[in-house]
């Protein structure tokens, strides 16, 4: 694989890089914390997305960029025989294949995927192959030696054997653990035949006792049959008779009954004959009664009048005076209507004039706040600048010289005092710029004059249309109540009218002495004529007595018939109580025969019934059992073969293992030779995975940092070379990161050397360093700096590709 373009937008430090890469040696030089890299991390990060950077997905922005503004990345490379172009943003991702206008994948996980089958690695491979930076060279010598065989398996990919060996082991614990279940509950086999015997026979006794007691049943039930038939005739004839007797006592009451109705009958007919002759005696007065009645009903009529007619006057009277008060109102309300419109015509100039003023107020208002919140906005943006400027400041002044930089944690060296005068220049400026707007922001606090004047003008206006307002409602309300006056008027006029005609339809004489004389002689005779009414109702029923006592007589001949038919009725039935006693006692003790008998059968049949069931819980017992043995055969041949398989796993792991410590060395060796001159031939891994040199034939340790810092990038590079021949692609693409930390210009030049001596192998290798002494041997030079001013890192080529003779094109 082969890179040949990296653009970043608004990633990390970078606004706008753009950068061409081709083969040969390319350094990218630059101070730390300038962004240099931050170029491989926005590679992996178009590659693999989100996991490949550091931190979370919202602090990849740049700090200084706009909110909502774009971020993204695009890398072009090469991988076999097609060019691919990769683009990836914070929510978006497209992957193109040899310049197709169409995406191979449009999305954050499919081109993630995608691109981890075309690498043929995951992450984890992809940054062990392609990637090395300083503090991965010396991992191995700060781990202990289970550890360090584990890094390696881990980057060499073993360490899925190993995971897959922990699947097989934790099924095997689950076989195992189940077996052990089932052994514990397996019953035993000549216990389950035992119980099985014991059940059969209690199923064959309970069958029998069942048999016997249905037998038991069925005679007792044809007992009862035999019986029944004479029992309900008797209880039929106890019925009738019951009820004839029932018959017989009603009769006996009706009989009674009309006998006391004869009685009362004859008293009340003497009675009303009686009064027939009394009421006789007074009919000459009943007919002054009635002539005096009509007379007082006419003064009656005459007196009722007399009292309306005075009571219609005074109505008359009273509206007449409405109609005068009315009409003074009337006069008071001319012009009404003609004032409303005049107060109309008033408010729409009022409320124009409103208007006018609150659109020029508004406007002004407007530009006034507009202005106010743009001069706040840039002060707070400054302050916040101002804070983040001086912590950076302060972060490199706690450090010193010697210390780390807080961005990229390398040492600031030459750096540092530039670095504090280039943040002293942006304070500087950040406080010009904030004292213009604290000023700025200190003039628009208060409203200007031409919009307060504005406010008054609008007061002014609002107040007249209020004014007006009142004078419209007030007309209103004098037009509303002139027509509420008129319909009044026209109201009370059609009153009197009627008024009018009432009192011409009423009489207009009355004696008032001849209507107290007629009532005074009524008076008199009340006593005589409530007599009379009561010796009236009493004459009245007489011939209605007379029908009634002929019915009674006919209703208690009748009732005393019906009774002596029930009597002898009763005598004929032949019913004796000790008779019905007998029956019921006979069909009782059969019936109770019966009860005892379904009871026996039921409690028969629940035995048989539970018998059963016990014989069928052993028969499934024994079916379990059998099923049991079955899974245990299963399992056992499952665990074997689990066995087998961790000791396969285990096996494999350890001939890998013991694979690759000679073949890391053999390459090693290969580099080791090549980057020493041929001082140092061969390397070694032992047992504990240390790095041992032999020379004169002797295996020692490195001492020295140099021989250190090259016994690691030899090995690192091994592992590269390992890495990339099982994933089945070419190591065509190296990148070190700040590798030259101790070695001496010598060193340096040879780790160079070696890399140009590899050029088959690795054509297009990148460089990362700050380290100035090694520009000679480069074929390219990107310079990247941090411009303060901008707050953005900026790369500059400082040679053209010009790659030395030795280099594969």
Same mark, same amino acid.
């Given at each position: 694989?082969?890179?040949?373009?990296?653009?970043?937008?608004?990633?990390?430090?970078?606004?706008?890089?753009?950068?061409?890469?081709?083969?040969?040696?390319?350094?990218?030089?630059?101070?730390?914390?300038?962004?240099?890299?931050?170029?491989?991390?926005?590679?992996?990060?178009?590659?693999?997305?989100?996991?490949?950077?550091?931190?979370?997905?919202?602090?990849?922005?740049?700090?200084?960029?706009?909110?909502?503004?774009?971020? %993204?990345?695009?890398?072009?490379?090469?991988?076999?025989?097609?060019?691919?172009?990769?683009?990836?943003?914070?929510?978006?991702?497209?992957? =193109?294949?040899?310049?197709?206008?169409?995406?191979?994948?449009? @999305?954050?996980?499919?081109?993630?995927?995608?691109?981890?089958?075309?690498?043929?690695?995951?992450?984890?491979?992809?940054?062990?192959?392609?990637?090395?930076?300083?503090?991965?060279?010396?991992?191995? #010598?700060?781990?202990?030696?289970?550890?360090?065989?584990?890094?390696?398996? +881990?980057?060499?990919? =073993?360490?899925?054997?190993?995971? #897959?060996?922990?699947?097989?082991?934790?099924?095997?614990?689950?076989?195992?653990?189940?077996?052990?279940?089932?052994?514990?509950?397996?019953?035993?086999?000549?216990?389950?035949?035992?119980?099985?015997?014991?059940?059969? +026979?209690?199923?064959?006794?309970?069958?029998?006792?069942?048999?016997?007691?249905?037998?038991?049943?069925?005679?007792?039930?044809?007992?009862?049959?035999?019986?029944?038939?004479?029992? *309900?005739?008797?209880?039929?004839?106890?019925?009738?008779?019951?009820?004839?007797?029932?018959?017989? +006592?009603?009769?006996?009451?009706?009989?009674?009954?009309?006998?006391?109705?004869?009685?009362?009958?004859?008293?009340?007919?003497?009675?009303?004959?009686?009064?027939?002759?009394?009421? +006789?005696?007074?009919?000459?007065?009943?007919?002054?009664?009635?002539?005096?009645?009509?007379?007082?009903?006419?003064?009656?009529?005459?007196?009722?009048?007399?009292?309306?007619?005075?009571?219609?006057?005074?109505?008359?009277?009273?509206? *007449?005076?409405?109609?005068?008060?009315?009409?003074?109102?009337?006069?008071?309300?001319?012009?009404?209507?003609?004032?409303?419109?005049?107060?109309?015509?008033?408010?729409?100039?009022?409320?124009?004039?409103?208007?006018?003023?609150?659109?020029?107020?508004?406007?002004?208002?407007?530009?006034?706040?507009?202005?106010?919140?743009?001069?706040?906005?840039?002060?707070?943006?400054?302050?916040?600048?101002?804070?983040?400027?001086?912590?950076?400041?302060?972060?490199?002044?706690?450090?010193?010289?010697?210390?780390?930089?807080?961005?990229? &944690?390398?040492?600031?060296?030459?750096?540092?005092?530039?670095?504090?005068?280039?943040?002293?220049?942006?304070?500087?400026?950040?406080?010009?710029?904030?004292?213009?707007?604290?000023?700025?922001?200190?003039?628009?606090?208060?409203?200007?004059?031409?919009?307060?004047?504005?406010?008054?003008?609008?007061?002014? #206006?609002?107040?007249?249309?209020?004014?007006?307002?009142?004078?419209?409602?007030?007309?209103?309300?004098?037009?509303?109540?002139?027509?509420? &006056?008129?319909?009044?008027?026209?109201?009370?006029? @059609?009153?009197?009218?009627?008024?009018?005609?009432?009192?011409?339809?009423?009489?207009?004489?009355?004696?008032?002495?001849?209507?107290?004389?007629?009532?005074?002689?009524?008076?008199?005779?009340?006593?005589?004529?409530?007599?009379?009414?009561?010796?009236?109702?009493?004459?009245?029923?007489? !011939?209605?007595?007379?029908?009634?006592?002929?019915?009674?007589?006919?209703?208690?001949?009748?009732? *005393?018939?019906?009774?002596?038919?029930?009597?002898?009725?009763?005598?004929?039935?032949?019913?004796?109580?000790?008779?019905?006693?007998?029956?019921?006692?006979?069909?009782?003790?059969? #019936?109770?025969?019966?009860?005892?008998?379904?009871?026996?059968?039921?409690?028969?049949?629940?035995?048989?019934?539970?018998?059963?069931?016990?014989?069928?819980?052993?028969?499934? %017992?024994?079916?379990?059992?059998?099923?049991?043995?079955?899974?245990?055969?299963?399992?056992?041949?499952?665990?074997?073969?689990? *066995?087998?398989?961790?000791?396969?796993?285990?096996?494999?792991?350890?001939?890998?293992?013991?694979?690759?410590?000679?073949?890391?060395?053999?390459?090693?060796?290969?580099?080791?030779?090549?980057?020493?001159?041929?001082?140092?031939?061969?390397?070694?891994?032992?047992?504990?995975?240390?790095?041992?040199?032999?020379?004169?034939? %002797?295996?020692?340790?490195?001492? @020295?940092?140099?021989?250190?810092?090259?016994?690691?990038?030899?090995?690192?590079?091994?592992?590269?070379?390992?890495?990339?021949?099982?994933?089945?692609?070419?190591?065509?693409?190296?990148?070190?990161?700040?590798?030259?930390?101790?070695?001496?210009?010598?060193?340096? !030049?040879?780790? &160079?050397?070696?890399?140009?001596?590899?050029?088959?192998?690795?054509?297009?290798?990148?460089?990362?360093?700050?380290?100035?002494?090694?520009?000679?041997?480069?074929?390219?030079?990107? %310079?990247?700096?941090? !411009?303060?001013?901008?707050?953005?890192?900026?790369?500059?080529?400082?040679?053209?590709?010009?790659?030395?003779?030795?280099?594969?094109?």
């Amino acid at each position: 694989m082969q890179i040949h373009r990296l653009k970043l937008v608004n990633f990390r430090q970078h606004a706008d890089t753009e950068i061409v890469l081709g083969p040969g040696i390319t350094g990218i030089i630059g101070p730390n914390g300038s962004g240099k890299t931050t170029l491989l991390e926005a590679i992996a990060w178009a590659f693999y997305g989100n996991p490949a950077a550091r931190g979370t997905r919202d602090s990849i922005r740049r700090i200084q960029a706009p909110p909502r503004s774009q971020v %993204r990345v695009e890398v072009e490379f090469s991988l076999g025989a097609h060019h691919y172009r990769v683009v990836r943003g914070l929510y978006q991702a497209e992957l =193109y294949q040899d310049g197709s206008p169409s995406p191979l994948a449009d @999305s954050q996980q499919e081109v993630t995927a995608k691109l981890q089958r075309l690498f043929g690695m995951s992450r984890e491979e992809f940054f062990s192959t392609y990637f090395t930076g300083q503090k991965e060279l010396t991992v191995m #010598a700060n781990l202990g030696p289970t550890d360090r065989g584990r890094f390696l398996s +881990k980057i060499l990919g =073993y360490e899925k054997l190993r995971a #897959a060996q922990e699947v097989v082991r934790s099924r095997k614990a689950q076989l195992r653990s189940e077996r052990e279940g089932l052994e514990r509950g397996l019953p035993s086999q000549e216990e389950l035949e035992r119980e099985r015997t014991d059940a059969v +026979k209690r199923v064959e006794e309970a069958r029998e006792r069942y048999e016997s007691a249905q037998r038991e049943l069925a005679q007792a039930e044809a007992a009862l049959e035999s019986e029944k038939p004479g029992w *309900e005739r008797m209880v039929a004839l106890r019925e009738s008779v019951l009820a004839l007797e029932g018959e017989r +006592k009603v009769a006996e009451q009706h009989v009674q009954e009309a006998r006391r109705e004869c009685e009362r009958i004859d008293r009340e007919l003497a009675d009303a004959l009686a009064a027939q002759a009394k009421l +006789k005696e007074l009919e000459t007065v009943l007919s002054e009664v009635a002539a005096l009645k009509q007379e007082e009903e006419r003064l009656e009529r005459e007196a009722r009048a007399a009292g309306q007619r005075r009571a219609l006057a005074g109505q008359r009277r009273e509206i *007449e005076h409405q109609l005068s008060r009315l009409k003074e109102r009337l006069g008071e309300m001319a012009g009404a209507e003609a004032f409303l419109e005049r107060a109309g015509r008033v408010l729409a100039e009022s409320q124009a004039a409103l208007e006018k003023s609150q659109a020029e107020e508004e406007q002004l208002r407007t530009a006034w706040v507009r202005d106010r919140q743009d001069a706040e906005t840039k002060r707070q943006a400054l302050r916040d600048q101002y804070r983040e400027v001086s912590a950076h400041r302060e972060s490199i002044l706690a450090a010193g010289p010697a210390g780390k930089c807080p961005t990229c &944690l390398r040492p600031l060296g030459e750096e540092y005092q530039a670095v504090l005068e280039t943040l002293e220049r942006q304070l500087e400026e950040i406080e010009l710029n904030g004292k213009f707007f604290r000023q700025r922001v200190q003039q628009l606090a208060d409203p200007p004059a031409e919009l307060r004047e504005a406010e008054r003008r609008r007061e002014r #206006a609002q107040r007249e249309v209020e004014k007006a307002l009142e004078e419209v409602t007030r007309a209103r309300e004098r037009v509303r109540e002139l027509k509420e &006056l008129e319909a009044e008027c026209r109201e009370l006029e @059609s009153r009197a009218a009627e008024l009018d005609r009432e009192i011409g339809r009423l009489p207009e004489t009355y004696d008032v002495e001849r209507h107290q004389a007629v009532r005074a002689r009524l008076r008199e005779l009340e006593p005589a004529v409530s007599a009379a009414e009561r010796l009236r109702v009493r004459a009245e029923s007489a !011939d209605r007595l007379v029908a009634e006592a002929e019915a009674a007589e006919r209703r208690l001949s009748e009732r *005393e018939s019906r009774l002596a038919e029930l009597v002898r009725a009763i005598q004929d039935a032949g019913y004796s109580e000790e008779r019905f006693a007998e029956a019921r006692s006979r069909y009782e003790a059969v #019936a109770a025969r019966v009860r005892q008998a379904e009871l026996a059968a039921a409690r028969a049949e629940g035995d048989r019934k539970v018998a059963e069931e016990s014989l069928r819980n052993v028969e499934r %017992r024994i079916e379990d059992r059998q099923e049991r043995l079955a899974r245990l055969k299963e399992l056992d041949a499952e665990l074997a073969l689990h *066995e087998e398989l961790d000791r396969g796993f285990h096996e494999v792991r350890t001939a890998l293992n013991a694979q690759m410590r000679p073949e890391l060395s053999e390459l090693a060796s290969s580099f080791l030779a090549d980057l020493t001159e041929g001082r140092y031939t061969e390397l070694e891994l032992d047992e504990d995975y240390n790095i041992l040199i032999v020379e004169d034939g %002797r295996a020692k340790p490195v001492l @020295s940092g140099g021989e250190e810092d090259i016994a690691n990038l030899v090995l690192r590079l091994a592992i590269s070379q390992m890495v990339a021949e099982r994933a089945g692609q070419p190591l065509s693409l190296l990148v070190l990161d700040e590798v030259f930390g101790s070695l001496d210009e010598r060193r340096q !030049d040879q780790v &160079l050397s070696l890399l140009r001596g590899l050029a088959d192998r690795f054509p297009q290798v990148i460089l990362i360093t700050h380290v100035e002494s090694v520009r000679e041997g480069l074929d390219r030079i990107l %310079r990247v700096s941090f !411009d303060p001013g901008r707050g953005t890192a900026v790369v500059s080529e400082e040679r053209e590709f010009a790659p030395h003779g030795n280099v594969a094109a």
